[in-house]
């Protein structure tokens, strides 16, 4: 019979004596933290990887046969058993669901017709997880939408989204601007993609399809990025006084104390002094109203 | 003798049409509209932002919060669109599962956009019945996942858990009073002629223009197209159920209240496939307890009750954390065209236009 | 038939009987002004639906304007854009006047600690009653409006001016 189990109490750790203060600078929220990679999918820069990967793999296992002679020798010279020799590492299947879309070649008749048609303007086309993506100099971007919804064989009628990413780490370019095209009657999808430097203005695709108006006014908000001919260039979700593009990656999620508004003032404006002097008593810090 | 002046109101962000906190700068010559500039951000909370510094599991209990009508229209275009970056493949009694539990919320958001599009209009009594029906639906939310509203309803891979006991009665009972409910709500409106004169000819948005404005959904199928994500782009169970795409001509409020209508009784077909034809097996795929990704960006749209809804994910290699995590709203699109539609009408005929592009400004401001 | 004259004594009695019955009156027919924001508007559009009748609290009716209300209620997220459109509403209100805090949101900034929301409508206007939830459940909601009924009932004119004249008086 085992021994009956008696609950233990937990350990509660001593309250810290003193007022509390909420240590805002310590939270991960207000931290920035600024990505070292640049994730931009591309089979080049994919396949390059495997062959540097595959390489390094091949270089290491040279050396673990060249440590083995030597010890090998050693041992012999010495008079010792030799060493046992050395089994070539087998990358570690895992036991799980999870199977990465690599990137792989272009084979898709659109992507084909594209690259043809703009000739040296496509500067990428590769396909990825059942989807086309191709990338095209970033002055050529209203040649490729006009291709893409006019060409009797492409037929893309509609722009479903356009969104951007910011890449700080990258050389060259700073943000990447996709296209994301339908096709109604053909029932595809394409990706169009630009890499933009800061400062640069693309095209805007309103010419082309009237509905990129609101989306770009929206990158335009959050990055910063403005458009060529664009009928409404303002800032669409954040106040027009809001000052900086939150979502590049210097921007901090709780943002640059906009937010911290505290024009409450109640009936007199009494209970919100008496309050603040209780705050000061416990020792909170709270903000103190404007006298507007 | 006479002055006449064009008048700029506000249809300010806070009014009485429960659709959030959506302003329109209207400009008037009497009673007719001459220049209408709807103004969003009002209800924007960074949440694009705030997924960027989440886990990919994390985000789940953000797209609820985006079109809270249906919560689980959203959960289900994440999951599928963080199984398509990581390249997971869900068994097929969680295809099922979420196929019913996505045609359920399409029923409770038809049911709600019923309702206030009604109330705007002033027939107050759908109202109330549409609700009655919705409180059924959320109680088999609540059954499945805890929560009536913000459901985070599945995981990336699959489902938590099984359907609890008793949910298939539950389910079979709704379906067997729905259609009386639908034809409850028909004789109220659809030969109502007061609900006729309000709605035939009020807010057309021609097929042309609706593909140029990348409208999707109802207001799309209303016009004569007939493209459904659930039948061009196949997803979850759907390329196993039988059903209509209903599509109409006249592109006009009346049109679009009749293809939702008919897609109610369409979504209780898929749901009655679902309830009989439900396989056996795991419900949750074997995923790692964290997931890295890798170089990777995925666009998958799925069709939302408003329309198609995308997202679009970047992943950073060897991250837990999207790298980018956007998401292509219905609401946000549908409503560049509310100018077209509301431009050149009455100013009645502009809460008969909201109403009828069923928007959800959580989805729009994000 | 005419009305008997009340004593000095009566006189107080009825004063006193005269508060409770306006509280009465003031705490059975608050009514509401729409303010849903967000999420937390379709439960408080659940709780005045068919299931959970909020009707039958005397607040069935939401007043679109709120020169006509007199009880708040967000609903919702508070974003920086929106801020100064609720404290304009809420001046907008004549006295007497409540405001119940409905969700995270409201309370405390909710799950959103983003650089656009502010974290609770309290730091713009005083909040009667908070009600904690994402979203709360319309049993919930009327738990917190009955609250705040009770709250009506045992207030006293004095009290929202007391502070006010203490200052000044």
Not at chain 1, 9 to 20: F, K, N, Q, S, T
Not at chain 1, 115 to 131: P, S
Not at chain 2, 226 to 255: H, L, N
Not at chain 2, 279 to 290: N, S
Request: overall charge negative.
């Amino acid at each position: 019979m085992t021994d009956p189990i008696i609950p233990q109490a937990p350990e509660v750790p001593e309250a810290p004596a003193g007022p509390y203060v909420y240590d805002y600078a310590a939270s991960p929220q207000r931290q920035v933290v600024m990505p070292k990679t640049v994730p931009l999918p591309s089979y080049r820069t994919y396949q390059a990887e495997v062959k540097a990967a595959a390489e390094a793999d091949e270089a290491k296992w040279k050396k673990m046969q060249a440590d083995y002679e030597t010890a090998k020798a050693k041992a012999e010279a010495e008079g010792k058993d030799a060493p046992k020799p050395p089994v070539r590492p087998v990358p570690r299947k895992d036991d799980n669901d999870v199977k990465i879309p690599w990137p792989q070649e272009a084979k898709d008749a659109d992507l084909l017709l594209l690259q043809a048609a703009l000739g040296d303007k496509v500067e990428e086309i590769f396909e990825q997880a059942g989807e086309l993506t191709c990338q095209v100099a970033k002055d050529a971007i209203l040649e490729a939408l006009h291709l893409c919804r006019d060409h009797a064989d492409l037929k893309y009628e509609m722009l479903a989204d356009q969104s951007a990413t910011h890449y700080p780490a990258a050389a060259g370019f700073a943000f990447s601007v996709v296209y994301h095209l339908t096709s109604i009657s053909r029932r595809k999808r394409l990706r169009l993609r630009i890499l933009v430097p800061e400062g640069f203005v693309p095209e805007s695709a309103c010419a082309v399809y009237p509905s990129a108006n609101w989306m770009e006014r929206e990158i335009f908000d959050m990055l910063g990025i403005g458009f060529a001919n664009h009928p409404d260039m303002t800032r669409i979700l954040c106040p027009d006084d809001w000052e900086g593009h939150a979502l590049r990656k210097d921007y901090p999620v709780v943002g640059w104390g906009q937010r911290d508004v505290a024009f409450r003032e109640d009936r007199g404006g009494m209970i919100e002094r008496i309050a603040l002097q209780k705050a000061g008593q416990l020792g909170i810090n709270l903000k103190q109203p404007k006298a507007e | 003798m006479f002055k006449n002046e064009e008048m700029e109101i506000n249809l300010g962000p806070q009014h009485p049409s429960t659709h959030g906190v959506l302003r329109v700068k209207l400009r008037l010559d009497g009673e007719t509209i001459t220049h209408c500039k709807p103004v969003i951000g009002y209800l924007h909370r960074g949440v694009e932002k705030i997924c960027e510094n989440q886990s990919f599991f994390q985000g789940q209990v953000w797209t609820d919060r985006m079109d809270y009508c249906s919560a689980v229209a959203n959960n289900l275009g994440w999951a599928e669109a963080n199984e398509k970056l990581f390249g997971i493949t869900v068994p097929r009694r969680a295809q099922y599962i979420r196929t019913l539990l996505n045609e359920f919320n399409r029923l409770a958001s038809h049911l709600i956009w019923l309702a206030t599009h009604a109330l705007d209009i002033g027939a107050m009594t759908v109202f109330l019945y549409a609700f009655r029906e919705r409180e059924d639906i959320l109680d088999m939310n609540e059954a499945f996942c805890g929560s009536r509203l913000t459901t985070t309803a599945f995981r990336i891979g699959g489902l938590r858990e099984d359907l609890p006991p008793g949910f298939e009665k539950m389910a079979r009972k709704f379906l067997a009073k729905f259609p009386t409910c639908l034809e409850e709500y028909e004789n109220l409106l659809s030969e109502n002629r007061i609900w006729k004169k309000r709605t035939v000819g009020v807010a057309l948005l021609s097929a042309d223009d609706a593909i140029a404005l990348g409208v999707t959904g109802p207001v799309l199928r209303a016009a004569g197209v007939p493209y459904d994500i659930r039948k061009a782009f196949p997803y979850a169970a759907y390329s196993e159920m039988d059903f209509e795409v209903p599509t109409q001509t006249a592109a006009d409020t009346y049109a679009r209240y009749l293809v939702r209508m008919a897609e109610m009784r369409q979504s209780a077909r898929i749901i009655q496939q679902c309830l009989d034809g439900l396989p056996e097996g795991p419900v949750m795929a074997k995923i790692p307890k964290i997931l890295k990704a890798e170089v990777n960006e995925v666009y998958h749209a799925t069709e939302a009750p408003k329309g198609e809804i995308g997202y679009y994910l970047v992943g950073e290699k060897g991250s837990a954390n999207p790298y980018r995590f956007h998401v292509r709203a219905p609401g946000f699109i549908n409503l560049q065209s509310l100018p077209k539609m509301a431009e050149g009408g009455l100013i009645a005929d502009i809460v008969a236009a909201i109403g009828t592009l069923d928007i959800v400004l959580g989805e729009i401001d994000r | 038939m005419g009305v008997m004259q009340p004593s000095a004594f009566e006189q107080i009695l009825i004063t006193t009987k005269v508060e409770k019955v306006m509280n009465w009156s003031r705490a059975t027919s608050v009514w509401p002004v729409t303010f849903g924001l967000a999420c937390c508007a379709i439960e408080m559009m659940a709780a005045g639906a068919s299931r959970f009748d909020f009707d039958r609290f005397g607040a069935g009716i939401f007043r679109a304007t709120p020169r006509q209300a007199d009880l708040m209620i967000i609903a919702g997220t508070v974003t920086y854009k929106m801020a100064p459109v609720i404290k304009t509403l809420y001046d907008q209100m004549p006295e007497p006047k409540w405001v119940i805090a409905m969700g995270s949101c409201a309370t405390a900034g909710g799950p959103f600690d983003s650089y656009h929301t502010v974290q609770g409508v309290d730091k713009i206007i005083p909040v009667d009653v908070f009600i904690p939830g994402c979203p709360p459940r319309p049993e919930s909601l009327i738990y917190g409006f009955m609250k705040l009924q009770d709250k009506i009932m045992t207030s006293s004119l004095a009290d929202r001016y007391k502070d006010i004249f203490e200052e000044v008086g």
